[in-house]
């Protein structure tokens, strides 16, 4: 039995359609208590999953709205167990005062996450599916919502569950030759499952290598705008925000640490570092603004090298574009194209050069079908994608266990041994489906949803 649980499920801010949702055995019974259906009937008698009309109560017994009313009935709803979703007119004060007169029937509050909490623990969803809710509900690009929206309906877990289940076929027939020795079982040998280990190792790599793709979906590139003081990276970031994020003077040296600004550029999030200028410098702050834009070149996905077309390159441009090309993705922005080039494209030894003005927003469609093609995944953004770390620290784990198994197995390890390495990465892959997840991991998890999902 479980008690009744009571969220608005659609935030606090005024819309036109606002949802109480409620879970738990007996919620119909509390539902009931402070809606009346206009039909006349039973809330409990209501059909499933149809909308039917009919007033809220406060918890004095006003009416506060007409609005409709969905039971779905365990175990065919989102908790597994029997849900009441009000949905009202979207007022805070409709909600806040529906959801009042619900606890006074009976109902307490959900806390962050309980609804999907509920599912996962009723066998509704795994934790693959369970984590990848919040990443729907957070995505911020097309890709980064089909990708999550694949993980909610069980890519994710369809690609580990025959991983998992090789594995547990290669342990079983271990375990019962071993305790069964006077059965009649084919005989256990290792070599013989040489090939499901290299083969699942494959697929665990694979899932692992995607988390770089996955990390840029779901974070945005981490794009570090440098260059020497006054060439116009702050007002290039200002240009890509559409509004005017950074303080722009001619005095050199005005941004004296690193400034942030996500931005959707073409289909790319982009997460814009405006950095201090880079230059030798006797004033301490902006000394330390200096180091801090070394360590955000370090740090990005992406390097912007923006430099004053205008005029002519300087010690302090070749020193950054040396720092610049140490990256693995840079590209060189020759800003000020309004005023003339003094620049030759074959001066910067970028792979891709392209003349911009900040000012009038010249270059910056180039710029997004570059960044656009330099970051496009390889691995279509179907579910297929490790976006969240906790799981890829723990394929990355399932992956290194089948590898010690796989050179113990070479090394002539006895059976035992090597499915030591095995049930190792069994173990790994539990965390990710929710099969051996601590229950301290899975509290953790559902802390980063919304009350009310």
Do not use: W
Not at 347 to 375: H, N, Q, S, W, Y
Request: net charge negative; charged share 25%; hydrophobic share 40%.
């Amino acid at each position: 039995m479980s008690d009744v649980i009571a969220a608005v499920s659609t935030g606090n801010q005024v819309s036109a359609i606002g949802i109480i949702r409620l879970s738990g055995d007996g919620c119909i019974d509390v539902a009931g208590k402070v809606f009346t259906l206009n039909n006349g009937a039973s809330l409990g008698t209501v059909p499933q999953r149809k909308l039917m009309l009919g007033q809220l109560h406060d918890k004095d017994g006003r009416v506060i709205d007409q609005c409709m009313v969905v039971c779905s009935r365990a175990p065919h709803s989102y908790t597994g167990e029997d849900t009441v979703e009000f949905h009202c007119h979207g007022s805070p004060a409709v909600l806040a005062s529906g959801l009042g007169a619900l606890y006074a029937a009976g109902a307490r509050p959900a806390t962050r996450g309980e609804f999907t909490k509920r599912a996962f623990l009723n066998g509704q969803l795994d934790l693959t599916q369970a984590e990848a809710v919040i990443d729907l509900i957070e995505a911020e690009t097309a890709d980064a919502a089909a990708n999550a929206a694949g993980q909610v309906g069980g890519v994710l877990q369809k690609k580990l569950a025959p991983v998992y289940d090789d594995l547990t076929n290669l342990c079983s027939h271990f375990h019962a030759v071993l305790d069964y020795p006077d059965e009649d079982i084919e005989d256990f040998g290792l070599a013989a499952y040489e090939g499901t280990l290299k083969r699942n190792a494959k697929v665990l790599y694979a899932l692992a290598q995607s988390y770089g793709q996955g990390r840029i979906l779901r974070q945005g590139v981490a794009a570090a705008i440098v260059g020497r003081p006054n060439v116009g990276k702050s007002s290039l970031l200002n240009a890509l925000a559409g509004y005017d994020r950074v303080i722009v003077t001619d005095i050199p040296g005005t941004t004296r640490d690193t400034v942030e600004e996500t931005v959707m550029l073409g289909a790319t999030r982009l997460r814009l570092i405006d950095t201090a200028g880079i230059r030798e410098t006797t004033d301490t702050v902006e000394a330390i603004g200096v180091e801090r834009s070394k360590k955000a070149v370090e740090d990005a996905d992406l390097v912007l090298f923006v430099c004053d077309g205008s005029s002519a390159l300087t010690s302090e441009d070749e020193a950054i574009i040396d720092l610049c090309l140490e990256h693995e993705h840079a590209i060189a922005l020759m800003n000020k194209s309004d005023l003339g080039q003094q620049v030759s494209p074959s001066e910067l030894p970028f792979m891709a050069v392209i003349p911009v003005c900040a000012k009038t927003g010249e270059g910056l469609d180039r710029l997004a079908d570059m960044v656009d093609a330099m970051f496009e995944g390889e691995t279509p953004c179907d579910g297929s994608i490790l976006t969240n770390a906790r799981q890829y620290d723990a394929i990355r784990r399932a992956y290194e266990a089948l590898l010690r198994a796989l050179q113990g197995l070479k090394l002539g390890q006895t059976p035992d041994a090597v499915l030591t390495d095995v049930e190792e990465a069994m173990e790994a892959m539990g965390e990710v489906t929710g099969a051996t997840v601590r229950e301290d991991i899975t509290a953790r998890i559902f802390e980063r949803f919304c009350v009310g999902k």
